[in-house]
């Protein structure tokens, strides 16, 4: 289903200890830096041996260039809050809405297909084959 980029992926799942955890991707927006549009994914990875959940923040051009803005590790149970301190954050700063695609209960790769349709995801994203590694929906 999923499109390989030429990007590398930003989170390993292997859906053995690493699975998705959730994903906030806001809506596009624009400004003088970039008049051709951005966004910003905030994607989460939980590594279920060590119970902590990786956190990466990308600023997406419209073009499909990302940067990695921040990158942090946290337990699960503070794994929301930490993310809502960025989406809240953004939100204020840009006039984004995030929308949280929830993958807590996602263990194989043929769930997290079915589970990346139901949120829209189109052919093209995510950039990473399932069981490999994500960016998460063109992440």
Avoid at 42 to 54: C, T
Avoid at 79 to 102: C, K, M, N, P
Wanted: charged share 35%; aromatic share 12%.
């Amino acid at each position: 289903m999923a499109k390989r980029s030429e990007q590398p992926g930003f989170l390993k799942l292997d859906f053995a200890r690493y699975f998705p955890h959730k994903f906030w991707i806001s809506d596009w927006s624009e400004d003088g830096q970039y008049p051709e549009g951005f966004r910003y994914k905030l994607l989460s990875a939980r590594d279920e041996k060590k119970q902590a959940v990786e956190l990466v923040l990308l600023l997406e051009q419209r073009n499909g260039d990302k940067q990695e803005m921040h990158r942090a590790q946290v337990k699960v149970a503070a794994a929301d809050g930490y993310a809502r301190v960025f989406v809240d954050g953004l939100e204020e700063e840009h006039g984004l809405d995030f929308e949280e695609q929830d993958f807590t209960t996602v263990r194989t790769t043929e769930e997290f297909d079915r589970a990346v349709t139901a949120y829209g995801w189109s052919g093209e994203e995510p950039d990473a084959e399932p069981g490999a590694a994500a960016d998460g929906g063109g992440m």
